[in-house]
Every structure is written in C-alpha cells, then in structure tokens.
Nanobody, 128 residues
C-alpha cells in the first residue's frame, strides 16, 4: 500500500517562503508522475503544480507560476514544493499526489482523476 506523507506546512507572513515535502513509502519500485494540489474550505481541490515521471517537465497553475517550484529526489522518494512570495490567498490545505500508474516520461498531469494516491494534507496559512 503506497503512503504519502506531507510535511513543512505552517504559518508564514505574506511575502515569506515555505518548502513542503512529500515522502512516499510502501512501493517496491517504479517512478511515477507527481503533483501538488490545494483546497480551501468549501472548494474542490485545485491543481497547483505537477512534475513528470522523468522529472524533466513541470507545470503550474497560473496563480502560482513564477512563485512556486516543484521538484523531486528519486533516491529519497521525495517530492518538494518550494513556495516563495506567499500571499494570503495561498492559504489552504496542500496535498501531494502520486499518479501510481505508468505514463510517458514527459507528461505532466493536472486533473484529480489522473492521480491514484494522495497524502493526508498539510495546512499552509499566510497571514500577518
């Protein structure tokens, strides 16, 4: 059973930075496309960033482009979301997602249904 554990959330002032981590376990082998999503109360989870199986391609929501960076360390089974220049509207629960199925090495996925495994979420609050 694949498990994803997020960490790194917290309270930060506007303009500040946080780095979220997502470590996977429970899988013998395989590298899959990964993504980060977020949800605010009363809304659906929305796509934030995605990275391809190869790690060579990334994609971002327009609202975070230029401020957030997704990356991965295959040797550590860990994905990261570096968040800079944070704004109050970035306040949300952030979830990492693992596609859990083969995909072309360069594809980045943006839909909830593209992912088979989810973490429990970590709260990010941007407030002064």
């Amino acid at each position: 059973q694949v498990q994803l554990i997020e960490s790194g959330g917290g309270l930060v002032q506007p303009g500040g930075s946080l780095r979220l981590s997502c470590t996977s376990s429970g899988r013998a082998s395989g590298i899959y496309a990964l993504g980060w999503f977020r949800r605010t109360p009363g809304t659906e989870r929305e796509f934030v960033a995605g990275i391809s199986r190869s790690g060579g391609n990334t994609g971002y929501a327009d609202s975070v482009k230029g401020r957030f960076t997704i990356s991965r360390d295959v040797a550590k089974n860990t994905a990261y979301l570096q968040m800079n220049s944070l704004k109050p509207e970035d306040t949300a629960v952030y979830y990492c997602a693992d596609r859990g199925a083969w995909s072309p090495s360069g594809n980045v996925y943006r839909r909830l249904s593209d992912y088979g495994y989810w973490g429990q979420g970590t709260q990010v609050t941007v407030s002064s």
